[in-house]
């Protein structure tokens, strides 16, 4: 049996879930299940949902957010819709069903407390030995760091947003 990785994809720069989908196209072309979770982004529509409907047979998908978490007004509804989604991710961590578990923007769980980093360590340390997990957002901690078999930190260099350019259709989301 392969020994599935633990990856974080981190930083402050663009990409880390753009990575992680790209692992995900990866796996998928082997035929491969997978399910990902978001637990950050909201309600509006972005080119991630339209491309996953054609891969409903490989990709179990689920949207966990309302939105910027860091720009709510109702943290207790954001730690409730996060815990649902822990409860997702923690089944899909012992699950039979995937080959592959990405946890997309989950480091905003731990960095809000919305999650105890004790119980994500714990969860991930008991998963499934072949399973694969990708986790992405910014600030991970140390903990999950050292834990991890791959970590990449993506870094902002330069931004269009910086020189007024805003969010692109097909680009950023």
Not at 65 to 80: A, H, I, M, V, Y
Request: glycine residues 8%.
């Amino acid at each position: 049996m392969q020994k599935g990785f633990l990856s974080i994809n981190t930083g402050t720069g663009k990409g880390k879930t753009t990575a992680a989908l790209g692992q995900v196209l990866r796996a998928l072309g082997h035929d491969k299940r997978v399910c990902m979770i978001q637990f950050i982004k909201g309600s509006w529509q972005y080119g991630e949902l339209f491309s996953v409907r054609r891969f409903s047979d490989l990709l179990d998908f689920h949207v966990m957010g309302k939105g910027f978490t860091f720009l709510s007004d109702n943290l207790d509804e954001d730690r409730r819709i996060a815990q649902e989604g822990w409860a997702l991710a923690d089944k899909a961590l012992t699950s039979k069903d995937y080959f592959m578990l990405v946890l997309d923007e989950f480091t905003y769980l731990l960095k809000y407390q919305f999650l105890e980093i004790a119980t994500v360590i714990t969860a991930l340390n008991n998963r499934r030995p072949d399973l694969h997990v990708v986790i992405t957002g910014r600030d991970a901690p140390q903990a999950l760091i050292d834990m991890s078999d791959l970590v990449t930190e993506m870094k902002e260099i330069k931004h269009p947003y910086h020189s007024g350019v805003k969010a692109r259709k097909g680009i950023e989301f």
